[in-house]
């Protein structure tokens, strides 16, 4: 399967807990983009890579939110502390920039539930 | 800022009816890209087109045709003879650039369509 992966696909945390999601995009694409969206919206962008570096996390929710990708490959996203507002689907997505300019690919998604 | 509007929240139509989605965006850029997601059940959002802002010409695919007119700032979805398999929560979006770049795709908050057999 060459789309973009996503692991795991469900998650249920106890509040207080820290949870790692990780993301694998399409491996020629040097893009990498994380999002959140909750029932009966639209997903929110989050963060963006271009390769190892992160060009924006301002849109992160709050300090407990990271994210990194440390060899410009997969990414992990992390949420310490969870709180129960935290529970949704968080999609990640990858592109390719560039003469093929490619539209954003998403994975499936991990749906986080905070208990 | 970007904002894209999808004021059906949710459409029921008979199998074989023709149905239309709209999408309102606001951008104060020049260029810019709109896009249509589907997002079946299972969760995973399936890219169906891009449209870059310089280019008016409406595409037909299918059985799906989009409409794009800048000067009421709208791209809406048709759906001509409809399916069941094409229920699902459709998305519209938009960005600055091709693939969502540094501030990736703002999304309105989807269309719920449901077709009945």
């Known amino acids: 399967d060459t789309g973009v992966s996503q692991d795991p696909r469900h998650k249920i945390t106890k509040r207080g807990q820290n949870v790692t999601f990780r993301c694998d995009p399409i491996?020629?694409?040097?893009?990498l983009y994380w999002y959140r969206q909750t029932l009966g919206q639209g997903p929110e962008f989050l963060t963006y890579f271009q390769n190892e570096a992160q060009l924006e996390k301002s849109r992160l929710l709050s300090d407990r939110f990271s994210a990194e990708r440390p060899k410009g490959s997969f990414s992990t996203l992390e949420i310490q502390r969870t709180e129960q507002g935290d529970s949704a689907m968080y999609l990640c997505?990858?592109?390719?920039?560039?003469?093929?300019?490619?539209?954003?690919?998403f994975g499936q998604g991990t749906r986080l539930t905070v208990v | 800022a970007q904002k894209v509007t999808q004021a059906q929240t949710e459409i029921s139509v008979v199998e074989k009816e023709d149905v239309t989605l709209d999408c309102v965006y606001e951008?104060?850029?020049?260029?810019?890209?709109l896009f249509w997601y589907k997002q079946p059940p299972s969760g995973e959002l399936v890219f169906l087109i891009r449209r870059n802002s310089f280019d008016e010409q409406n595409e037909i695919s299918g059985r799906y045709s989009w409409n794009f007119q800048k000067s009421t700032s709208s791209f809406n979805f048709t759906i001509t003879a409809s399916q069941v398999v094409d229920s699902a929560v459709y998305f519209c979006a938009l960005s600055l650039y091709s693939g969502g770049g540094a501030d990736g795709l703002t999304f309105g908050k989807g269309t719920h369509l449901i077709i009945q057999p």
């Open positions: 491996s020629e694409h040097n893009r």
């Open positions: 951008t104060r850029d020049t260029t810019y890209y």
């Open positions: 997505a990858s592109s390719f920039p560039g003469l093929l300019n490619t539209e954003a690919f």
